[in-house]
């Protein structure tokens, strides 16, 4: 059984950084793809940024390119999510999600084990 625990969310102004961090529990080989999505009130969950386990390659959403970078901590058992330069429109529930996938993807449905979620809201 696979667990995640996220953290790190909070509030900022626009233009500020946070970095959160995903601890994941359980067999690394059953969480090959780590994922980081959000979720905006109002609104459908949605993928921020993605990473393979067993190659380090990593996807981004078009919104956070060159703003937000997924790496890992391997020996820390841990995913983190550091995003700079943060506007109004990041604002969302984050939560970061694990899955056995060969591919990582950001189709949240995709995902079998997921964080609770850490707030992250941006504003002046």
């Known amino acids: 059984q696979v667990q995640l625990v996220d953290s790190g969310g909070g509030w900022v102004q626009p233009g500020g950084s946070l970095t959160l961090s995903c601890t994941v529990s359980?067999?690394?080989?059953?969480?090959?793809?780590m994922g980081w999505f959000r979720q905006a009130p109002g609104k459908e969950r949605e993928g921020v940024s993605c990473?393979?386990?067993?190659?380090?390659?990593?996807r981004y959403a078009e919104s956070v390119k060159d703003r937000f970078t997924i790496s890992r901590d391997n020996a820390k058992n841990t995913v983190y999510l550091q995003m700079n330069n943060l506007l109004p429109e990041d604002t969302g529930v984050y939560y970061c999600?694990?899955?056995?996938?060969?591919?990582?993807?950001?189709?949240?449905?995709?995902?079998?084990?997921w964080g609770q979620g850490t707030q992250v809201t941006v504003s002046s």
């Open positions: 359980g067999s690394p080989l059953d969480y090959n793809a």
């Open positions: 999600a694990a899955d056995p996938l060969t591919i990582a993807t950001m189709i949240p449905a995709l995902y079998r084990y």
């Open positions: 990473m393979s386990i067993t190659d380090g390659s990593t």
